[in-house]
């Protein structure tokens, strides 16, 4: 019996499964999944999901450990691939592999930036993410308990890409510096300096500074922000 369920767990590994919470700890909340009580331990749950005993919720299964005669499923709420699976899950458009999901940057409860991209160019990525109505996307929201999902156009050019990456903000001009490979980084980012108008500053940054944050982690570059009255001061201080 141990042995049958390991291994369909085992074959689910990196997968969503559905459960419902049956109990809570403090350090883990057990999740029934069929005839399995998975755990969801302290580190993979989000501090702003309530996880009430009885409901329903997707998990992204982490891992199956063997300890003696006793199965151990871990599960993730967290990680980012619950976030991927979801996409796949909802829009089948990336289940057929007509849209890529290319870049995932997830501040897990509070916001999340998803880029995608066509392999066909009659298909809008975006929109059939967002669905009719909104309804595909909306989904998604739901099942994470409202994490706002940024949906962003992804593009070979880092100039565009940064710039949609900055959605909802608006970019006025935007230069680049290649990267100088620094010690220790296999992979050395290059600078993005963007200028925004006077009054999109706080959008470009977000609230603690989320959506610059994120818009990096998922462009892979290392983004500074300043509106036109800085940059301006800044351009006379230089000259």
């Known amino acids: 019996e141990t042995r049958h369920v390991h291994d369909t767990f085992a074959e689910r590994v990196g997968e969503l499964v559905s459960g419902t919470v049956v109990r809570k700890e403090p350090q883990v909340v057990y999740i029934q999944v069929n005839k399995v009580e998975a755990e969801l331990p302290k580190r993979e749950q989000v501090p702003t999901e309530p996880y009430r005993v009885g409901d329903n919720l997707k998990v992204y299964v982490l891992r199956v450990d063997e300890a003696g005669r ?18 796949e899950l909802e829009i089948p458009e990336i289940a057929d592999g007509v849209v890529v999901i290319k870049g995932v940057a997830r501040e897990p409860g509070q916001r999340s930036k998803v880029a995608v991209m066509s392999t066909d160019e009659r298909v ?109 001061s800044e351009g006379k201080a230089r000259g």
């Open 124 to 232: 809008d990525p975006v929109g059939s993410c967002v669905g009719p109505r909104g309804t595909r996307v909306q989904a998604i929201v739901d099942e994470l308990y409202d994490e706002k999902i940024d949906i962003v156009p992804y593009s070979e050019d880092p100039k565009v890409y940064i710039t949609n990456a900055l959605n909802p903000a608006k970019v006025n001009k935007l230069t680049l510096q290649a990267a100088k490979p620094a010690d220790g980084e296999e992979t050395p980012r290059g600078a993005a300096y963007a200028i925004v108008p006077d009054t999109q500053l706080s959008l470009a940054i977000g609230k603690g500074g989320q959506n610059v944050r994120l818009a990096a982690r998922l462009t892979e570059w290392k983004i500074d922000i300043r509106s036109e009255s800085q940059a301006a």
């Open 70 to 87: 006793r199965l151990r499923v871990v599960v993730s709420r967290t990680h980012p691939n619950l976030l991927r699976k979801l996409f």
